[in-house]
């Protein structure tokens, strides 16, 4: 079975430090990655996606970036941290191809930036 | 442009009665649509599809769909709905062609309240 895991599970982190979250799924080979950011309360935004290793196409700029270092690892990072940037941030991933809809997500990180 | 529409931002039932949250969608070309489920705090969860034949797809804990041509919608029901059914449940959209079709586009969600 397929397994998702996003580290950390929270961050409380100041305006301008710099921030890395990843992601590993495990069981699944090739498969297509992706970042979301949700405000509290709110609809989820897609990032990035990635369909193979080193290859990151961004969907939104909110001054962050991804890499896919490895097959099966995610990251997203930031060298300066916004308020903007508080939230809850989810990885997932879904079958090469178009991925058919079908997406399955990692538990989320909570971001808190002050 | 795609857009998903979720009209209702909170529905509240009691426990064993049915639901319909309602999805409605605006694209032009072949589409995915699906059901997520989201417990507070948690991720999502995949719930059902629906990219053609018959109209109404069946999902777990049971949870359907019935898609809609004619109405561009994409309505979630359950008959008979539990406690552990209270969360945000989100439509998404997503085109079935070229690298778009690695994007997901999700509704503003319902918020589902069971009562006992």
């Known amino acids: 079975a397929q397994t998702i895991h996003q580290w950390p599970v929270a961050e409380i982190k100041a305006v301008g430090s710099p921030l890395s979250l990843g992601c590993t799924i495990k069981?699944?080979?090739?498969?297509?990655l992706y970042w979301y950011w949700q405000a509290t309360g709110g609809t989820l935004q897609q990032l990035f996606y990635s369909i193979t290793v080193g290859q990151v196409e961004s969907v939104v700029q909110l001054n962050l970036s991804a890499s896919r270092p490895k097959d099966d690892q995610f990251i997203l990072s930031t060298e300066k941290l916004l308020l903007s940037h508080s939230g809850f941030y989810l990885c997932?991933?879904?079958?090469?191809?178009?991925?058919?809809?079908?997406?399955?997500f990692g538990p989320g990180t909570r971001l808190t930036v002050l | 442009t795609q857009t998903v529409s979720q009209s209702d931002a909170h529905v509240t039932v009691f426990e064993g009665d049915s639901v319909e949250l309602r999805c409605n969608y605006s694209y032009g070309g072949s589409i995915y649509l699906s059901w997520y489920i989201q417990h507070h705090g948690r991720g999502l969860q995949f719930l059902l599809k629906?990219?053609?034949?018959?109209?109404v797809v069946q999902g777990v804990n049971g949870f359907e769909a019935e898609f809609s041509k004619s109405d561009s919608s994409f309505h979630l029901r359950k008959a008979s709905v539990h406690w552990s059914d209270s969360a945000v449940y989100f439509c998404a959209v997503s085109p079935s062609y070229g690298g778009s079709g690695n994007k997901l586009i999700f509704g503003t969600g319902t918020l589902l309240s069971v009562k006992p």
């Open positions: 997932a991933w879904s079958l090469g191809g178009t991925g058919g809809g079908e997406q399955y």
């Open positions: 629906y990219y053609s034949g018959n109209p």
């Open positions: 069981g699944k080979s090739s498969p297509n």
